[in-house]
C-alpha cells in the first residue's frame, strides 16, 4: 500500500537506513510502522547489515552505555558526590 506523498508524488520514497537507527528498538519500531502505512520503503546495504548484526547482540543486551555529554558528566559525578555510599 503506498500513499501518494508529498516528497514523490505518484511515486515511491525509498529511504537508505543506517545502523544508527536500526539499532535502537523504539526508532526502528517507529521507521518500520511508517513503512507498515506505505509512507517509505526502507533499504539498507550488506555493510550496514552486517554493522548491524554485528552490534545487535551488544545492543540488545545492554553492554553499550549511553554516551553523557560533558555537561551531563559533570553534573553525575557533582551528584554522586553528595550522595552518601550505600555500600
Known sequence: MALDH???P???TYCVLD???LLPAR???V???LHAVGL???RWTVDIENEFLDHW???SMGLYKTTLSKNETVKLKK???RTPDTG
Do not use: Q
Open 19 to 21: 545502523a544508527n537507527v
Open 57 to 59: 547482540t551488544k545492543v
Open 31 to 33: 521507521l518500520f510502522d
Open 6 to 8: 508529498p516528497l514523490s
Open 79 to 81: 551528584h554522586t558526590a
Open 27 to 29: 526508532l526502528s519500531d
Open 40 to 42: 517509505y520503503f526502507p
Open 10 to 12: 505518484c511515486g515511491s
